[in-house]
């Protein structure tokens, strides 16, 4: 089975603190994808990864940044937290191909006091 | 998570009755769906997809139907028991750059199973 995990289930922060969500696959995926899912919103994505060192941005880049130094391992970054930021992080990955399911971490809770 | 189905519509359904779950999509040249399941403190689980050139697809107890001319899409349940209550959602494929696909994801609909 697939299997996709984040660092930590539930994490607190306070405003302006440098935040790191970490993020592995055991499945030698090509694609990593971040999510924050919000109430009435659906999820939304942050960034991608479809390659070691690559990364773009998605749909709601402000704010945060990503790094992808191995191909296992998709890193959030939240250079400075704000309250705005509280949300659900979900990780996910796929395989390079353009029709693919992409596999989902069981996410991170982020609260920004 | 937890909070997602705050503000989502809900389909209430007795045990054993069959589900209809419906989601309208947006971008007519979208040639991949697919349908997650997420329970309360999970991240969303694969279900099923349908490609663009089908218009019905059928799995265990799940049938998916596209209607590519307005655009919607379906997930039918049948014979509905408590494990499915979850929140479900559509979402729609477009290619982004190299190999990678950008899912859209619908909202969601709360599924709750009364017995």
């Known amino acids: 089975d697939v299997k996709v995990t984040q660092s930590s289930r539930y994490l607190v922060k306070r405003t302006g603190e440098k935040v790191f969500l970490e993020c592995v696959q055991d499945m030698d995926h090509e694609n990593m994808f971040w999510y924050r899912q919000d109430p009435g919103l659906g999820l939304r994505l942050i960034y991608f990864s479809y390659d070691v060192k690559m990364k773009e941005k998605g749909d709601i880049p402000e704010g945060y940044s990503v790094s992808r130094e191995k191909k296992e391992r998709f890193s959030l970054i939240l250079e400075s937290a704000s309250t705005n930021q509280t949300s659900m992080y979900l990780c996910a990955s796929s395989w390079g191909l353009v029709k693919s399911e992409q596999f989902f971490g069981p996410g991170t809770r982020l609260t920004v006091l | 998570g937890e909070s997602v189905g705050l503000h989502l519509p809900t389909l209430s359904v007795q045990e054993g009755d069959n589900s209809i779950i419906n989601c309208a999509y947006s971008?007519?040249?979208?040639?991949?769906f697919i349908w997650y399941k997420q329970e309360s403190g999970k991240g969303p689980q694969f279900i099923i997809d349908?490609?663009?050139?089908?218009d019905k697809r059928q799995g265990q107890r799940v049938t998916v139907l596209l209607n590519k001319t307005v655009k919607h899409l379906s997930l039918q349940i049948a014979a509905t028991q408590p494990g499915d209550s979850a929140v479900y959602f559509c979402a729609e494929n477009s290619p982004l750059t190299g190999t990678a696909s950008k899912l859209t994801f619908g909202t969601g609909t709360r599924l709750q199973v009364t017995l």
């Open positions: 349908i490609r663009s050139n089908m």
């Open positions: 971008n007519s040249a979208s040639d991949y």
